[in-house]
């Protein structure tokens, strides 16, 4: 009877180590990638004729989780990221400009801090919002040509590097796969609007 009872102390302490043992994921790396541009709506507030701006942006991000992991209310991502887009047409900054047709493009590398609130965090598959802040640098690229009065092709070249602060707001769908791995399909801002899908490996 002693040995029963010692037994299933026993049996009990080491499911309490055990339980003990389980370690919360506090940190996760993964990569993000989709497609990047402007809308129509915001150049025109700058330029009065422009073509149409898309491409592409790729990040390497690490996340931050708090007390319950990665079913935490709160997290932090820090991403740097590189967003390129490009258009070829006619374009000008205001109406009585030359009429340039060509091609430009505008390439961002970024890094940002961002936080997100999760909605729901312990369902498996949730939605969250975000807001965040940090450092770009631009360079801009565009050369075109136009005809002045005598016919003679006249060539213009723009080349310009900056750096910008850049807004980040951050909207998407998360699916939690057992604490270990993330899988985020996200739209929002970035200087620009993205939408794009992400792998988060979780440690």
């Known amino acids: 009877m002693k040995t029963k009872l ?15 043992q389980v370690k ?12 990047f541009g402007v809308p129509n709506a915001l150049l025109d507030m700058v330029f009065f004729e422009h073509p ?19 079913k935490s209310v709160f997290s932090g991502i820090y991403c740097l990221e590189y967003s390129r887009m490009e258009g070829n047409g006619y374009f000008r900054n205001e109406q009585f400009n030359n009429r340039l047709f060509g091609s430009g493009e505008i390439t961002q590398i970024s890094f940002t801090a961002t936080i997100l609130m999760h909605i729901f965090p312990s369902s498996p598959i949730h939605p969250y919002i975000g807001g965040g802040i940090g450092i770009g640098r631009f360079s801009i690229f565009a050369e075109g040509s136009y005809m002045d009065e005598l016919g003679t092709t006249i060539h213009e070249t723009l080349d310009k590097k900056l750096f910008l602060p850049v807004g980040h707001i951050p909207v998407g769908i998360m699916g939690n796969i057992d ?5 985020r399909a996200e739209t929002g801002f970035k200087n620009g609007f993205y939408f794009g899908g992400s792998l988060v490996f979780n440690f």
């Open 52 to 70: 149409q701006l898309k491409g592409n942006s790729f990040a390497f991000e690490i996340h931050s989780y708090g007390t319950h992991g990665p």
């Open 24 to 35: 919360i994921a506090q940190f996760g790396a993964g990569i993000r990638g989709g497609v």
């Open 179 to 183: 604490d270990k791995f993330i899988l």
């Open 6 to 20: 010692l037994g299933t102390l026993f049996l009990l302490m080491s499911m309490g180590i055990n339980a003990n």
